[in-house]
């Protein structure tokens, strides 16, 4: 898993994560969430956005699984968090081929970096219960 590049602006989204927190933006004006985390809400522009925990659950909205592009398959999947907005991520600590649109998941933090997992952890989901 590649390490993601951290802006300024969303330290404290990497700062959540290394505690196992998932945080998500909410538009103080409109009261829409939306990930990934920006300055601007995109739907109405606003620039009142604030932090705000996610309870980490979700359903699988779409997914693919790699199994030849490197030396461990994977699956790479949208998933709608229960506030609202889709995020791209990996689906994790299962069997790949149990994994179906519609599952429930939760967030899981893996370390990221593709050899010495040194890099900072990053939001997947594992399936629920």
């Given amino acids: 898993m590649a390490v993601p ?5 969303d330290k404290p989204y990497w700062d959540a994560a290394a505690q ?13 969430y939306h990930h990934y985390p920006r300055k601007l809400c995109p739907y109405c522009m606003s620039e009142r956005t604030s932090w705000n925990e996610a309870k980490g659950t979700g359903t699988i909205y779409s997914y693919s699984v790699t199994r030849r592009s490197g030396p461990v ?8 968090l229960d506030e609202g907005p889709t ?6 600590d299962c069997d790949l081929d149990t994994v179906r649109i519609d599952q429930k ?18 939001p997947c989901f594992a399936p629920a219960g």
């Fill in 5 to 9: 590049e951290i802006h300024p602006d």
């Fill in 20 to 32: 196992g927190r998932l945080l998500v933006k909410r538009c103080d004006a409109c009261g829409e």
């Fill in 73 to 80: 398959p994977y699956v790479i999947a949208y998933v709608t």
């Fill in 87 to 92: 995020m791209m991520t990996n689906i994790v």
């Fill in 105 to 122: 998941v939760k967030v899981v933090f893996k370390l990221s970096g593709d050899q010495d997992m040194s890099g900072p952890p990053v």
